[in-house]
T-cell receptor, first 109, second 113 residues
Framework: DQQVKQNSPSLSVQEGRISILNCDYT??????FLWYKKYPAEGPTFLIS?????DKNEDGRFTVFLNKSAKHLSLHIVPSQPGDSAVYFC????????FGTGTRLKVLA | GAGVSQSPSNKVTEKGKDVELRCDPI?????LYWYRQSLGQGLEFLIY????????KSGLPSDRFSAERTGGSVSTLTIQRTQQEDSAVYLC???????????FGPGTRLLVL
């Protein structure tokens, strides 16, 4: 029973365009969310987070949106670059993170 | 500026053997976590250490799994009598404190034949 779901296993986007990665969660008590990026043979790297008191958090090219009523969050990458090609995981929790299964993003040059 | 390191990077073992996986956290980080990622799955929490407190073992899948953290630094995850379903990437992370950002090591890829 997955509490954090990433329903798109893969996504391809043209360089310079927007990448939108989606994540759904089932538990309305979840109040802190994170996105991690993972390259092959490396550990996940923290990207951006958002607390439930906010509906948007921005860091450079990366923006995370949170829709609490829909239990949905999304990560926007604008503009997408080939170096952004990686697997992106959303997660929730304060210390025992619950991760989604990841979305493999491929940015085409 | 060392990050989290893990060893070995790859381990192949036979079913029924015991394995030990090692994690060196970032210096000064009091919190240490173990996760595993099975094929096609997300990361699954296993165990959490915070300072000298009793560890949170709520994610360990069976009593064949155990972990210790010596001197508040290095941690070892031990899997006894390995089974094929234990094959996964085992990831260690550390953070300055609980609820701080977790920094992950590169993982140990375990294959049980």
């Amino acid at each position: 029973d997955q509490q954090v779901k990433q329903n798109s296993p893969s996504l391809s986007v043209q360089e310079g365009r927007i990448s939108i990665l989606n994540c759904d969660y089932t538990n309305s008590m979840f109040d802190y969310f994170l996105w991690y990026k993972k390259y092959p043979a490396e550990g996940p790297t923290f990207l951006i987070s958002i607390s439930s008191i906010k509906d948007k958090n921005e860091d450079g090219r990366f923006t995370v949106f949170l829709n609490k009523s829909a239990k949905h969050l999304s990560l926007h990458i604008v503009p997408s670059q080939p170096g952004d090609s990686a697997v992106y995981f959303c997660a929730s929790g304060t210390y025992k993170y619950i991760f989604g299964t990841g979305t493999r993003l491929k940015v085409l040059a | 500026g060392a990050g989290v390191s893990q060893s070995p990077s790859n381990k192949v073992t036979e079913k029924g053997k015991d394995v030990e996986l090692r994690c060196d956290p970032i210096s000064g980080h009091t919190a240490l976590y173990w996760y595993r990622q099975s094929l096609g799955q997300g990361l699954e929490f296993l165990i959490y250490f915070q300072g000298n407190s009793a560890p949170d073992k709520s994610g360990l899948p069976s009593d064949r799994f155990s972990a210790e953290r010596t001197g508040g630094s290095v941690s070892t995850l031990t899997i006894q009598r390995t089974q094929q379903e234990d094959s996964a990437v085992y990831l260690c992370a550390s953070s300055k404190d609980r609820q701080e950002t977790q920094y992950f090591g590169p993982g140990t890829r375990l294959l049980v034949l």
